[in-house]
């Protein structure tokens, strides 16, 4: 069958992969949002279900004190002996732990540290020993992929960390993932950074000590080069085997908003690349070393398209997050209503705003809510982080209420348009291109356009950092609002 790229749509960024038990699983990174660590399962390395989140107990992971874009870091998922491994940094407070089940679809462990340093933590399972790496400092101070031996059931350092890739050249050496395949050790890592210049490399070994030989051929797949593509920042990746024995590296990439226009707006997303084993042992990605909209895959089935989003049909243990440390008592959901208790903690602040979100899935999309308030503000937030993000709410004025747009650009916060309402209830609605979200209020079934906001203002190349926009549920105030007839449309 033909599938296209992206496979998962969406702020899914630092996608990682095991086989296990006839099916496929998948962990992302989550940054600031709660719960962490989405967790995704699949047949064919194509069509991805959410099954849960890994990090669902906030002894599992601390967020109160992080920064948008802080927080869980990049993710490595394994299988061994029965049993799943998810290994991450808290960035924040610098610490690399892992989590481990025996059920995938149950909890996960309380978190285990390893005292090594660096970002981006993998593990490798060779004959009862477990090997850690990360991209750090080892214990002479030299900085690269630096790996130690650890007892899996302590997470204690049973060798010194030592340095054994310094990379190909690149900056940024990152996410490096072990493999022993045909009897080598190929050594993946990731360089050039997250953004334009991303790229994948290899190396390879003898030993899981190395010596560690760099590929000449380096790098195995980045798009830096490739045009006109509006996929770009191809990195990040882990190499994995299909049903049919053939290879794939599964990577970050994102999409800019349009081929002239270098921004993205839904975050990194996840991309599939087929790679094959060359005779004398290297790897080569793709036709050409670059990822492109689509290839052939072995099986006979049909890639998913999005479905409609509803409350009814999603789930908000499953769908939907939170930013930080949710207070539980602030929500009310069901599948006829989100009833949202407001504090008043707005979405300017590096806290838990009373607010539950989708990522957004694809550029175009029609989105419309009822909302019914009482006292204070809500409604719907197009989110990046506390700098950027664009509402259209309604709020109690002194005389009743009004419908408004507001645009929050690098600490500008603007009101574009005010318009009063008849009662505390009306339709917002949000119609999203490639360029532009658009932003309307219904009053008893009469639809006013409130204005619009340029999306490239709610890019990662405006509000930095990792993650990518939401489409989320809003209150700010004591106040209380009631949303039904929730309806996400994505038009692919
Ligand atoms: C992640 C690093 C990266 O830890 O971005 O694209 C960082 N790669 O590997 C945050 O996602």
Not at 47 to 63: F, P
Not at 195 to 213: C, K, N, P, Q
Not at 248 to 264: A, E, P, V
Not at 399 to 407: D, F, Q, V, Y
Request: proline content about 4%; some cysteine.
């Amino acid at each position: 069958m033909k599938y296209n790229n992206p496979v998962l749509s969406g702020f899914y960024p630092d996608p990682s992969v095991c086989h296990a038990n006839g099916k496929f699983y998948m962990v992302c990174s989550s940054f600031q949002y709660f719960p962490g660590v989405p967790l995704f399962e699949s047949d064919n390395l194509v069509n991805w279900k959410q099954i849960g989140y890994v990090l669902t107990r906030t002894n599992q992971v601390a967020l109160e004190k992080v920064n948008s874009s802080g927080g869980v870091f990049a993710p490595t998922i394994r299988y061994n002996d029965g049993r799943f491994y998810m290994v991450t940094t808290n960035d924040t407070t610098h610490e690399n732990f892992y989590v481990y089940t025996d059920d995938i679809y149950g909890e996960w462990s309380d978190p285990i540290t390893v005292e090594q340093d660096g970002i981006d933590p993998s593990l490798y399972f060779e004959d009862g020993r477990t090997y850690f790496m990360s991209n750090g400092s080892d214990d002479e101070g030299k900085g690269g992929v630096v790996q130690c031996e650890i007892d899996i059931a302590t997470g204690k350092k049973l060798s010194p960390s030592k340095c054994i890739w310094q990379g190909s050249g690149g900056r940024f050496l990152e996410s490096p993932h072990l493999y022993k395949i045909n009897g080598y050790y190929y050594l993946m890592a990731a360089e050039g950074g997250t953004e334009y210049g991303h790229m994948i490399t290899l190396a390879r070994a003898d030993s899981v000590w190395g010596e560690f030989e760099t590929y000449a051929d380096n790098p195995i797949l980045t798009n830096r080069n490739k045009a006109p593509c509006i996929i770009q920042g191809i990195g990040h990746g882990d190499l994995i085997q299909d049903k049919n024995g053939d290879w794939h590296i599964l990577s970050l990439g994102f999409r800019q908003i349009h081929m002239w226009m270098t921004f993205h707006t839904l975050g990194r997303e996840v991309f599939l690349t087929p790679v094959k084993f060359t005779d004398d042992g290297w790897i080569k990605a793709g036709v050409d070393g670059t990822t492109d909209e689509s290839y052939e895959i072995k099986g006979d089935f049909v890639q998913n398209v999005l479905p409609d989003y509803t409350f009814a049909n999603t789930d908000p243990h499953i769908d939907w997050c939170f930013l930080r440390f949710p207070d539980p008592k602030n929500y009310e959901l069901s599948a006829d209503s989100y009833i949202l208790h407001g504090t008043d903690i707005t979405l300017d602040a590096v806290g838990s705003p009373t607010f539950i979100a989708l990522r957004q899935r694809e550029f175009c999309f029609e989105l419309s809510v009822d909302v019914q308030l009482d006292g204070g503000e809500a409604g719907v937030t197009m989110y990046m982080c506390e700098q950027e993000h664009f509402e259209v709410a309604l709020r109690q004025t002194d005389s009743g209420h009004e419908a408004i747009l507001r645009l929050n650009i690098g600490g500008v916060h603007h009101i574009e348009n005010a318009v009063p309402v008849s009662g505390n209830s009306a339709k917002l609605t949000v119609r999203a291109d490639n360029l532009f979200y658009k932003f309307s209020v219904s009053d008893c079934g009469k639809e006013t356009f409130l204005g619009m906001g340029q999306a490239k203002y709610l890019s990662t190349e405006v509000a930095g950092g990792f993650t990518g926009v939401m489409t989320g549920l809003y209150a700010v105030g004591e106040n209380t609002a009631k949303f039904t007839e929730f309806l996400c449309s994505y038009k692919n």
